[in-house]
């Protein structure tokens, strides 16, 4: 991807999402732009997995506005890609690495819904990059951790997509896995992505991302990774949600 792409932006304006009578997320205020690394912090409830949901376009924003590049979201789907939590792929669902990875070509197909040569091409590309030409003939609900997170990473760039959402990522990973996820998401910003991802291990969040913002149902902080993990307010927030790093040994 050419450094054309590092001013595409993303912007929140006022954002707000309820389930029903139930307030989920308010007050969301923030831009960030491609070749950036985002982490979502928060205790849970806090509305993390809301803001996936309405960028990822499976919700709508009841106020405010969500836009990518100074349009509505909903305009750039093909941009955007969404990556499931590693556990929670279906088991009685034996897809091949390389069909999975394919998939990402749908939102690309003509009329006819014909796979054609770019898109095989695509495909072989993603399966490259992320190191998945060994494994790309294997069943999906038969590898590692790692291994599937690579594989809807290719997914995504068989997409071409320019923003990559991800929900805990580094969730039941071991420490190589974590370390490899790492490094490909530092690649994927220095190749013109934007990753947003939520997260839980605090003591990681400033070497893997960039920028952080912390939510409690409404925006508590944004800012880079830095300076927010200094924060007071932030600090109190998130160590709400971590108590054993505070327990007295009596």
Known sequence: MSHSHEHHQLDLSDVAFSYGPKLALSEVNFSIHCGQRLALLGPNGAGKSTLIRLLAGL??????????????????RR?????PQVDQHQRH???????VVAMG???HLGHFRRFGKIDQEKTEEAIATMNLGEIAHRQIDQLSGGQQQRTYIARALAQEAHVLLLDEPFNGLDIESRCHLSDSLIDLTKSGH????SHH???SVTEIFTHALVLDQKQVAFGPAAEVMVSDAV???????????HERVL
């Not at 919700?59 to 305009?75: M, Y």
């Not at 941009?79 to 990556?83: G, K, S």
């Not at 669902?93 to 069909?99: A, G, Q, S």
């Not at 934007?194 to 991802?197: E, F, K, S, T």
């Open 79 to 83: 941009e955007i890609a969404y990556l």
């Open 93 to 99: 669902f034996p897809l091949r690495v390389r069909d």
């Open 59 to 76: 919700l709508k924003n009841e106020t405010g506005s969500i836009n990518w590049r100074e349009n509505p979201i909903s305009k750039a």
């Open 105 to 107: 070509r749908y939102p």
């Open 194 to 197: 934007l990753i947003i991802a």
């Open 201 to 203: 291990q605090l003591e």
């Open 235 to 245: 600090k109190t927030t998130l160590h709400s949600c971590h108590p054993h790093q």
